[in-house]
């Protein structure tokens, strides 16, 4: 008999952060998850995520909005369909929902990772083969408080954990914010690269002359200095910038990955399956940005552990990495929500070997984290309480 979708859960999960993390426009105290997960006839079952920075803060998506769109629109769509065709699945979904990248990756993570799970198959042998078993990964310095982040950086490095760090800045003027990264480099030195993110924060003059006084600072690489849809003022910038620009924000897909290797307006591109709208979407920016000599960075929505493993997954498969992976954001958060934590040492994140995206959910922790708590089910035509 055919194996078919016949159920789906949504729960949001509110994780809180090791400290506050202090970006552009928002701070984080506590990371909000969207998990699905999507049971077949024949037993088994997949897991995805939908995670974003902020809430609405950063988007327009946010992990409730996921799931009340899985509830109320994916799931109709998707129960009874066959589970051996996660791309027929999928198409159906991007036929008739606009939009929704973030919600369209968690569900496709979930049906690929049942997939694999069935196959008895690493999620890497469905996207082509693993090349790497390890990532690079930085952490993220945003405290916004330099000495702070100067004691974190140096435990960091002593622990073999991060040798890369990449600060959010565009919060401060111009001037307290390059003070501020410049004395952050100082202290590391080359025992580190440091990299900034200004999450779009920055006007065209503020970027030229940020680009010259961090690269005087000894920075390498600015993530997304100017606003999503500013590509002309991206162009212009990365043409005379004496450090790397990369796009993120404005990779909402494979089409604006096109048109920014057309118009060179980026160095490097932030490679983040849930705003690409999928693993397969990611995956295709990735083959646009190789034609087009563009670098590559495994980029982080902050996701938890299962968001995370999902990228590793394909980032795996992938020649080269050129800019390494932020891959970090189960480190950010109190608890991984798996039975056995994904591993990072020696700078880099472990790929795990099981089947699927190779983690296994820790029920009583969802039931602990779970914001409708552990004697409610959730809502949606779909649900019923964990088990």
Do not use: C
Request: aromatic share 6%; hydrophobic share 45%.
């Amino acid at each position: 008999m055919p194996v078919k979708i016949v159920h789906i859960d949504t729960w949001i999960v509110d994780i809180p952060t090791i400290r506050p993390h202090v970006l552009s426009m928002t701070s984080i105290s506590s990371q909000v998850m969207m998990l699905v997960r999507i049971r077949f006839s024949d037993g088994s079952e997949g897991i995805g995520e939908g995670t974003t920075i902020g809430g609405l803060a950063y988007g327009d998506e946010s992990p409730e909005g996921m799931k009340l769109a899985i509830d109320r629109y994916f799931a109709p769509l998707l129960l009874g369909r066959d589970a051996e065709e996660p791309a027929a699945a999928m198409a159906l979904l991007r036929t008739h929902i606009v939009g929704n990248h973030f919600a369209k990756n968690a569900v496709e993570t979930a049906l690929l990772d049942a997939a694999a799970r069935r196959a008895e198959l690493p999620l890497t042998a469905l996207l082509g083969g693993r090349i790497h078993d390890s990532l690079p990964v930085l952490w993220t310095l945003a405290s916004g408080e330099t000495e702070r982040d100067i004691d974190e950086a140096e435990a960091m490095i002593a622990a073999r954990r991060h040798n890369v760090f990449k600060l959010k800045i565009g919060k401060r003027d111009l001037a307290d914010d390059v003070a501020h990264v410049a004395a952050i480099k100082k202290a590391l030195g080359d025992r580190a690269s440091v990299r900034v993110d200004v999450n779009q924060a920055w006007d065209a003059m503020s970027a030229k002359r940020g680009a010259k006084m961090l690269a005087d600072a000894g920075v390498d690489l600015i993530e997304q200095p100017l606003n999503r849809d500013d590509r002309r003022g991206m162009a212009a910038l990365t043409a005379t910038s004496p450090i790397a620009i990369m796009a993120d924000e404005a990779l909402r897909g494979p089409h604006d990955a096109l048109e920014y290797v057309r118009d060179k307006a980026a160095h490097v591109f932030s490679l983040k399956p849930a705003q690409a709208g999928g693993l397969f979407a990611a995956r295709d920016i990735a083959a646009i940005a190789r034609a087009g000599k563009v670098g590559l960075y495994g980029g982080t929505m902050l996701e938890g552990g299962v968001g995370t493993a999902a990228s590793a997954q394909l980032f795996a498969t992938l020649p080269a990495m050129e800019w390494g992976t932020e891959l970090f954001g189960p480190l950010l958060q109190t608890e991984q929500i798996f039975t056995e934590p994904l591993t990072y040492d020696n700078f880099a994140l472990a790929l795990p070997d099981s089947p699927g995206l190779g983690v296994e959910l820790d029920l009583d922790k969802i039931r602990h984290f779970r914001r409708d708590g552990p004697s409610r089910t959730v809502t949606g035509p779909t649900s019923r309480e964990t088990s």
